[in-house]
């Protein structure tokens, strides 16, 4: 039994070189050859059983025939969407569009992690400072940079929040290049084999919603929030959030404990921590973390309508738990 699947799935191999409309008119074909054969063998043994079969499996045959003259009316569609210049901001398709967005963004979020880095590297140095002072066997010690100790918490958590943005970036990254290069070659074709197959219907027509939503909405949750982040930059409100923010540098000196000025320099690195939080907001929350939501759940609403009319019902909240 392990030899006949594995020389089943070795069929699908050739599809990977193949246009999806070719192979769409082969299983047809294939499916309309069987059922040929399936009915004339029960108009030969009397069999009513076959008989009912048969009629069954035509209605599934002109179904899948309605499928995929749909499916073949709205590729020009998905291409023109595809290649729509109002999305692909100066790419080629819409997918190179996203792909580009989110390598600018990964590379920003780069940029504010090293910033992070070097800012805490600077204050959490004043604040290690002190001095001592040791005479006939007695001495004392002093430090005035307790003030910048405070610091530590919101710089660990600002270069947290950072790395795993540019953790979640990166993996929509390469969702969206593995559905550029494959789904539309791969999965769809083999969703569109299944389909002609009784014991392989749902798979198939789960295949066939898949390959859709991931190749155009994927794309397109991402290059919506790049609307809306180029929306708000525009506008008034986000004055305060526009910008890149710069290392913060600290200084203090240990013995000087009057006048204050350590205490005005510890605020002065914390206004500047304040001010730069915003422009940190803006690619963190909007950018890097909205752009995945939003194209993930575009994914899997696509991905439920998509595979209920193509008859194949999905328990998709299975799918958005593990996402």
Not at 207 to 231: K, R, T
Not at 275 to 288: C, D, G, H, T
């Amino acid at each position: 039994m392990n030899l006949k699947t594995l020389l089943f799935a070795l069929l699908f191999v050739p599809l990977a070189f193949a246009a999806w409309q070719s192979v769409a008119a082969m299983a047809f074909m294939i499916a309309a050859i069987l059922l040929a054969a399936v009915y004339g063998i029960a108009i030969g043994i009397q069999s009513e059983e076959l008989k009912a079969l048969g009629r069954e499996e035509f209605f599934q045959l002109l179904a899948l025939l309605i499928m995929m003259a749909v499916l073949v009316g709205t590729d020009g569609l998905l291409s023109e969407i595809s290649k729509n210049s109002a999305l692909t901001n100066g790419q080629p398709t819409i997918q190179d569009a996203a792909i580009v967005s989110l390598n600018d963004t990964q590379e920003t979020l780069g940029g504010y992690l090293k910033s992070i880095s070097d800012s805490d590297k600077s204050v959490s140095k004043e604040a290690s400072k002190a001095k001592s002072c040791n005479l006939a066997g007695g001495g004392y010690s002093v430090s005035a940079c307790g003030g910048f100790t405070m610091f530590n918490a919101p710089f660990s958590l600002s270069g947290s929040i950072v790395g795993y943005a540019i953790a979640e970036v990166a993996s929509a990254k390469k969702l969206i290049e593995l559905s550029k290069d494959f789904v539309m070659s791969l999965l769809l074709p083999i969703g569109i084999i299944l389909r002609t197959f009784k014991f392989s219907r749902g798979a198939g027509g789960f295949l066939i919603a898949f390959s859709i939503s991931a190749y155009i909405l994927l794309p397109a949750g991402i290059i919506f929030v790049d609307m809306l982040n180029e929306q708000f930059s525009t506008s008034p409100a986000a004055e305060d959030y526009n910008g890149s923010p710069e290392a913060i540098s600290a200084d203090c000196e240990s013995g000087r404990t009057y006048f204050g000025s350590n205490e005005d320099n510890a605020i002065g690195v914390y206004t500047s921590l304040k001010e730069n939080i915003r422009k940190y907001l803006r690619v963190v929350l909007l950018k890097a973390t909205l752009g995945p939501v939003v194209a993930l759940f575009l994914f899997i609403g696509g991905l439920r309508a998509l595979s209920a009319l193509f008859g194949t019902e999905v328990d998709v909240s299975i799918i958005a738990r593990f996402v």
